[in-house]
């Protein structure tokens, strides 16, 4: 996985929890400098009480963050 990730200028990951610590986390560690690794996940502040689908969305952590998380950086051009 990490010779795949390190491959391309940018990888997106979506951790199912905490994004410190997580895979995203170690993928960034190993191939730091090779490429832009942007972690999505859970923060380890504090989060407001509300419904798991509204917390998600607003963490962009729902179809449309992960896309729009993907848009964001769909213009990215590496540097040489």
Request: net charge negative; no cysteine.
């Amino acid at each position: 996985m990490l010779e795949d990730a390190a491959r391309h200028p940018l990888v997106i990951t979506a951790e199912d929890g905490y994004r410190e610590g997580g895979i995203g986390s170690a993928i960034a560690d190993e191939i730091n400098g090779r490429t832009i690794v942007h972690v999505l996940g859970v923060p380890t502040t504090y989060l407001p009480q509300a419904k798991p689908d509204s917390i998600l969305s607003s963490l962009g952590l729902d179809a449309e963050g992960l896309a729009d998380a993907a848009r964001k950086h769909s213009s990215f051009q590496p540097s040489v």
